[in-house]
């Protein structure tokens, strides 16, 4: 076997810059939107085709309470009363391991006990 040939490479150097964010730094992304996100991704997971990309978020609650944990409530947008039912699941099911999952994922992501409740609404 041939060893591979160089010739006609170009050499690409990388410019001296001043660093954008300090080394510590490991997102840019707010809590909320980290919260958002890891919600986003749940609901990706658990509903079909286009469901996820009509909901909108919106957090009514973001605070820590009596026990030292964080509190989070969102709100669960949806155009269609069939994504309410889709959302929502039997008996609340798919709702409840939405917010069960997400939670245990933000607890990992913020190292303390997360309270999270979601509710659904329709949009009028």
Known sequence: MA????????????????????????TSQTPEEICANIIREKL?????QEVPYNVQQKTAVWEEGPGGELVIQQKLLVP??????????????????????AGHDLMD???????IRLSVKLLK
């Open 80 to 101: 269609k009363e069939s994504y309410v039912k889709l959302l929502i699941g039997p008996k609340g099911h798919v709702i409840s391991q939405i917010a069960q999952e």
């Open 3 to 26: 060893a591979p040939s160089w010739r006609g490479a170009r050499l690409v150097q990388s410019v001296l810059r001043v660093w954008q964010y300090h080394s510590a730094v490991l």
């Open 44 to 48: 990706l997971e658990h509903l079909p």
């Open 109 to 115: 992501i913020f190292l303390c006990d997360v309270d």
